[in-house]
């Protein structure tokens, strides 16, 4: 079970750290990520963590933007979003498998169920 949380209202600009946390478990055996929805559009994938703490990166609208990390003593997995737009808004799904076969959605047996970020123009 990945419980996401974080996400809120934020002017153009702004901030926002998205949680993922796993109440239920350990996630140092996972590969973890973060998907974004944006409405009318299809799942994309953000950024990705392995096991061993070294990134995936997402597309190149979040680069030197995001930044996944993770906490195992704490079983949680962040994303820190900086200089937010308009864009940005979105669904932020969390989503974890054993194995990292690749940045699909399809790839990816368990996920969160979402927390909303909204950014203001």
């Known amino acids: 079970q990945l419980v996401e949380s974080g996400g809120g209202l934020v002017q153009e600009g702004g901030s926002l750290r998205l949680s993922c946390a796993s109440p239920g478990g350990t996630i140092s055996p996972y590969f973890m990520a973060w998907f974004r929805q944006a409405p009318g559009k299809e799942r994309e994938f953000v950024a990705g963590?392995?096991?061993?703490?070294?990134?995936?990166d997402g597309p190149s609208s979040v680069k030197g933007r995001f930044t996944i990390s993770r906490d195992g003593a704490k079983n949680t997995v962040y994303l820190q979003m900086n200089r937010l737009t308009p864009e940005d808004t979105a669904v932020y799904y969390c989503a974890a498998d054993l194995t990292f076969y690749g940045i699909d959605e399809s790839d990816f047996g368990s996920w969160g169920q979402g927390t909303q970020v909204t950014v203001s123009s």
């Open positions: 963590i392995r096991k061993s703490g070294s990134t995936v």
